[in-house]
């Protein structure tokens, strides 16, 4: 950050001293800005007027404005990634409103998941209460942060009236052919007895229970996401504002990719099974193959297990292996031979062996592959390890073919096709073409498109968490609890001393009659992931009271959401649910559209030195003195112990590395203004930004600076509402910087540059304070208003201090005042440069004022000192003059 300030010390104010008193500066304090009253103040004021509140559906004629940052996960505290998050949509939210859109900016919480449950079973406390006793810790957090919320639309995902109406949904998507139920392979704690996402298997092991996790096959509920696949992947063209490296991760978790099926005759059945299909995006290579690999799950697989133990021992091996694609992809390929062989489709009289590997996942295409090691590197090391043949079919351009062989790597790049029958010397997409021709006519299988992306299982064994709604009856199998016993509500006594789910092993809970036959039935234990209460939430802010999920009035009017904002971790998953979910909601009739979020920005992280004791222990910043070393050189030194201790790298700030800072003791400290200016001040948003206590001790200075200086100024300034005319000299310039200001500064915060903005009005304050004289004053009394509205989005309360100070008595707030409009005739230069040229060749420029004369513009030229020299005493014939450009002398 860039901080011109010389006038003013460093005044950091004393964390515990009172506003106003500074000791160090003598018996007489200055005045200052006193932001412990002032931001409270303006807070309430806000508030008082309702200057953030919207209506559910906007009046006619409005230009509606929608920003959204991804909502908190009630943990307790608000961190510094949230300030960053959250200032950012601020500045767009005061910003859009000044530019005259209604603009709705809500706030609300992410507020079920497993941290509550293992409050509940750490400490005794009930999910629910430790939840909202954290919403109520954030909230107030938040709210000194000034940021312009509505919080009348605030809501918890744990509220039954939000997880009432998610279970209206969920019934109507599934009557929509929306969701399905299906078995399914999860991680499993034994020990826990829960499913584990994949994050929460580390080494194959249980998060919480270390103990070796189990594959397991349950019933399970899931949206059918796969159904838009297609959609999914073509509408990220027409998000044209979302940064391209979203769309990429999008595009390739959906993962299309062109193939084909092949099914391969076993040269001896087993268990009925004659033939194994496999789903390769080279079919080219076919001539290339070597083996037949099976997943662990594979129905041929398991008939080959069920009469050979070793091939169940090798399989009992692989599940132990979490399911993560991740978790597959860093184990060391393994396979067992199952002594098996299938013919090759075009070969007469060829077979390969079928293996059983571990790199094969059954979720993906058929669970089976045909390797090819010539050309796939997966396939290579397995064949090397297993001693299986590897056959190059693809030829590098240029290479020999008697020659060319594979080593350690496979070859992956286009060729021509060698060694593989009718197929030699096609090109690789022609090869395709063929292979799929020939399969097709042999009926040995067709061209498909395979996608990646999975149907999304959403149920989980928790309790803190929005039950489904659905009973399980003998007779008529899962019947949808009725509308009209909406919503199906959590309990409030449950056991957390039980490993288990508490909704399972509940004394009554379960325990109801079907909706259907009134015979005794069983309630589906199962909650929805938490992915789920964030895929809508956006839409409920719309109509957040109303006895439905959405309605149409109120989400066709503000959808979609024009901003969103938030972490690049959730480029995937969250995005992916939310547009799923705007898909299923259109064709369940509650929205009209499929993208619910119309621009996207990821902000970057939040970053700090660490701290480390001599013993190894991580410190607190707060915990360390930064000190200068004799060699100048910056050093750390324990405070409690005076021991030194070393300065680490600065990195994303986390708990365990203890490189926080509590933004709470920092807006006690500085104010929220302070806080809010420093995160945009250092870098641009979509970067990392450090936090250091120099970077935010001077964007506190410079609050104090704008303050001073409009407070020093009040007593020279006209009357508010006084022209500043056609100034000249010192008066124009300040007047042209502030209207150039005005146009940087716009144009910055257009374009998602905050970090310019905050430069830009830093070099305003400088030329500020340099234009000086009583002819001066009318322009400053411009320059300061004008300051002050354009810091507004980022410093909303100091503004409001100095508005009010510059126009006492004026009825409306900074937060009520249009956005500043720059002035053309200001911001054209004062002059202009012309190029002179003799017979067609630059000779020189020359700097003319902007309203110079023909007659000037030509005699300027003429003097200029080299083309005298290019003119050279000869007669000039003809002048040629584009205004405002060139002047031409032909002699
Ligand atoms: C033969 C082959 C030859 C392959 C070659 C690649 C290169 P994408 O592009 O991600 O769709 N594959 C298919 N199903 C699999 C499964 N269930 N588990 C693990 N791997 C599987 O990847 C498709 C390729 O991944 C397929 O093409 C198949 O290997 C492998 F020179 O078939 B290929
Ligand atoms: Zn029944």
Not at 687 to 695: C, Q
């Amino acid at each position: 950050m860039n901080d011109k300030d010389r006038t003013v010390p460093t005044d950091v104010p004393p964390s515990a001293a009172p506003a106003g008193d500074r000791a160090a500066q003598g018996p007489r304090p200055e005045p200052r800005h006193d932001f412990r009253t002032a931001e409270p103040r303006w807070q309430a004021e806000w508030e008082r007027r309702g200057c953030f509140a919207v209506p559910d559906v906007p009046p006619p004629g409005a230009r509606k404005y929608y920003v959204l940052e991804m909502f908190p996960y009630p943990s307790g505290k608000i961190h510094m990634g949230h300030v960053r998050n959250y200032t950012l949509g601020d500045v767009v939210a005061r910003y859009k409103r000044a530019r005259g859109h209604l603009v709705m900016h809500p706030m609300g919480w992410d507020a079920f998941g497993l941290p509550a449950e293992n409050a509940a079973r750490e400490r005794g406390i009930h999910p629910g209460r430790w939840t909202y006793d954290n919403i109520a810790a954030m909230r107030a957090e938040l709210k000194r942060m000034g940021l312009s919320l509505d919080w009348a639309r605030e809501f918890a995902t744990c509220d039954p009236e939000y997880y009432g109406q998610q279970q209206r949904l969920f019934l109507d998507f599934w009557k929509a052919g929306l969701v399905e139920r299906k078995e399914s392979w999860v991680n499993w704690d034994p020990v826990d007895q829960t499913v584990l996402a994949n994050e929460q298997v580390i080494d194959g092991r249980g998060w919480r229970s270390g103990a070796p996790v189990e594959k397991k096959k349950l019933a399970q509920w899931f949206f059918r996401i796969t159904r838009y696949a297609e959609d999914l992947l073509a509408a990220l063209d027409g998000l044209d504002r979302w940064p391209e490296r979203v769309k990429l991760m999008q595009a390739n978790w959906i993962g299309r990719s062109e193939g084909a099926r092949v099914r391969f005759r076993l040269a001896e059945a087993v268990a009925d099974i004659a033939e194994v299909e496999v789903f390769t995006t080279r079919p080219d290579t076919l001539f290339g193959m070597s083996f037949l690999a099976l997943a662990a799950e594979h129905p041929l697989a398991q008939a080959v297990a069920a009469r050979d133990p070793k091939a169940a021992e090798f399989i009992a091996e692989c599940r132990r292996m979490g399911t993560s694609e991740a978790a597959i992809e860093q184990a060391e390929k393994r396979g067992h031979d199952t002594g098996l062989r299938v013919a090759h489709p075009f070969l007469e009289g060829v077979t390969f062996p079928v293996w059983i590997a571990n790199f094969v996942l059954m979720e993906y295409g058929t669970g089976a592959i045909f390797g090819c090691p010539g050309h796939d590197q997966r396939d290579l090391e397995f064949a090397r390890k297993y001693g299986l043949s590897v056959l190059p079919v693809v030829l590098p351009p240029g290479a020999d073919p008697a020659r060319f062989t594979i080593g350690e790597e496979a070859y992956v790049e286009d060729g021509t096709i060698f060694n593989s029958g009718f197929l030699d010397g096609l090109s690789v997409p022609e090869a395709k073409r063929r292979v799929v021709e020939a399969l097709e006519r042999t009926g040995q299988g067709e061209g498909v498109v395979n996608w990646r992306l999975r149907d999304w299982g959403v149920s989980r064994q928790r309790y803190w968490g929005c039950p489904i709604p659905v009973i399980h009856c003998e007779g008529c199998g899962a019947v949808p609890v009725p509308e009209d016993r909406l919503p199906v509500l959590l309990p409030e006594d449950v056991d957390f001393s039980r490993p288990g789910n508490p909704l399972d092993h509940h004394p009554r809970w379960k325990h109801v009659d079907c909706p259907r036959c009134g015979r005794p039935a069983r309630r589906e234990t199962d909650t929805f992931d938490t992915f789920v209460d964030s895929s809508w939430y956006f839409a409920r802010f719309c109509s957040p009271r109303a006895p439905v999920p959405v309605t149409r009035e109120a989400v066709d009017a503000w959808l979609p959401v024009d901003q969103y904002i938030g972490g690049i971790e959730h480029a995937i998953l969250h995005l992916l649910y939310s547009r799923f979910f705007a898909r299923a909601m259109r064709d369940t009739g509650h929205l009209a559209l499929a993208e619910p979020f119309a621009g996207l920005f990821t902000q970057g992280m939040v970053t700090h030195e660490s701290y480390r004791a001599a013993d190894g222990r991580w410190l607190y910043p707060e915990e360390v003195e930064i000190v200068t070393a004799p060699d100048g050189s910056r050093g750390a030194v324990e405070k409690a112990t005076r021991a030194p201790a070393t300065i680490g790298r600065v990195e994303a700030m986390s708990k365990s590395k203890r490189n926080t800072v509590d933004p709470g003791a920092i807006i006690e400290r500085y104010g929220a203004d302070t806080a809010r200016w420093f995160i945009l001040s250092d870098n641009p948003p979509e970067r990392d930004m450090e936090w250091t206590e120099a970077g935010v001790a001077g964007a506190f200075r410079f609050t104090q600076r704008l303050w001073r200086m409009t407070a020093l100024a009040l007593p020279s300034l006209p009357p508010p509402g006084t022209p500043p005319g056609d100034a000249a000299g010192a008066a124009r310039r300040l007047r042209q910087a502030t209207h150039r200001t005005i146009a940087a500064v716009t144009e910055a915060l257009e374009g998602f540059a905050f970090n310019v903005a905050v430069a830009r009005i830093h070099e305003f304050a400088n030329a500020i304070a340099e234009a000086e004289g009583a002819d001066c004053a009318a322009a400053r009394r411009e320059a300061l208003e004008t300051i002050t509205r354009l810091a507004a989005p980022m410093m909303p309360h100091l503004a409001e201090e100095l508005w009010s100070m510059l126009r006492p008595g004026e009825a409306r707030l900074v937060a009520e005042l249009p956005w500043p409009e720059a002035d053309p005739a200001l911001l054209k230069a004062d002059t202009l440069t012309i190029a002179v040229q003799v017979l067609g060749r630059l000779r020189g420029t020359i700097e003319v004022p902007a309203g110079a004369t023909e007659a000037e513009v030509l005699a300027a030229a003429e003097a200029e000192p080299n083309v005298q020299r290019a003119l050279a005493g000869r007669p000039i014939r003809k002048r040629i003059h584009v205004p405002g450009r060139i002047v031409n002398f032909v002699v």
